[in-house]
């Protein structure tokens, strides 16, 4: 028994020598890539799932008339209408178009550059972890399974996810359980769709919003209570990777966003 436990301690510590002599280094652009990543979208697990919402329509009614004109008005719902959020075609396109671009910009020098120069805050997640994760990311064989779940609102969000940490760097590799969720805005998408942007123009657009909401599934946060700049503009891990994805890590991130902000190239990513 005592034996067995002296061998063990002795593995363990070989096996924690060996894995932190292997080292994480400083900074993410001294991140070497190992091999090129091997990720191929095509090979992804689509899970599509329609979702069926209940929405009120309602619309103003007079209730009270004086001298022959309304004075009080209710409103009068009928809540049988159900919307289908379905993936058409072309959404399924943009969001391939979105991975792919995922897949060809995280592991250059240039995106790790810009994320080390704009990255600010860690929130949930620690440095260390935040810097293993991409890398594993980087390094990965292949995607979490995700499950894209489709819905329509129209407002700015492009996305969301909840925050959970279902995939993490293990040994110097992205280990994962279950689906990772995203939850996609079909009307976003449509709206980049027609307003002239091609298929791949769109999926740039979006791949900085599908990179942020795969880091919240992978455990990193920003607040989500605070004002927009405290959330958005602060330099918050998850908000900057998403960002130095969508832009390639084009010369300075604050020069690309605020280009995009003011009517440029690409609208800002929805970051929810
Ligand atoms: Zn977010």
């Excluded at 436990?5 to 994480?24: E, H, Y």
């Excluded at 091997?38 to 899970?47: E, G």
């Excluded at 619309?59 to 004109?69: F, I, N, P, S, V």
């Excluded at 279950?178 to 805005?185: A, G, K, P, S, Y």
């Amino acid at each position: 028994m005592k034996k067995t436990i002296v061998i063990l301690a002795t593995l363990f510590m070989l096996i924690t020598t060996v894995s932190t002599s292997s080292g994480f280094l400083p900074n993410f652009r001294n991140l070497k890539r190992l091999k090129p990543p091997s990720i191929k979208v095509d090979k992804i697990i689509w899970d599509y799932k329609n979702k069926t919402t209940k929405q009120n329509k309602c619309r103003d009614k007079c209730a009270e008339k004086w001298l022959g004109k309304c004075v009080r008005y209710k409103k009068v719902c009928n809540n049988r209408t159900k919307i289908i959020a379905a993936f058409n075609k072309n959404h399924k396109r943009v969001v391939k178009s979105a991975m792919s671009h995922i897949q060809n910009q995280m592991g250059r020098s240039a995106v790790r550059s810009c994320i080390d120069k704009h990255v600010k805050r860690y929130k949930g997640i620690s440095k260390k972890q935040a810097r293993d994760d991409l890398n594993a990311l980087i390094n990965a064989s292949r995607w979490p399974r995700i499950n894209l779940h489709p819905f329509n609102e129209n407002t700015n969000t492009n996305g969301w996810a909840y925050l959970e940490r279902k995939a993490w760097e293990k040994n110097g590799k992205l280990g994962w359980k279950n689906r990772i969720n995203i939850n996609l805005n079909l009307t976003a998408i449509d709206k980049k769709i027609n307003n002239g942007y091609g298929i791949t123009k769109a999926g740039k657009a979006l791949s900085g919003t599908i990179f942020h909401e795969l880091l919240h599934q992978m455990g990193h946060s920003h607040p989500d209570t605070d004002s927009y700049k405290k959330n958005y503009e602060s330099g918050y891990f998850v908000v900057v990777a998403g960002d130095c994805i969508m832009y390639s890590g084009a010369g300075d991130r604050n020069t690309a966003k605020g280009l995009s902000l003011a009517g440029g190239q690409l609208p800002p990513p929805g970051r929810d």
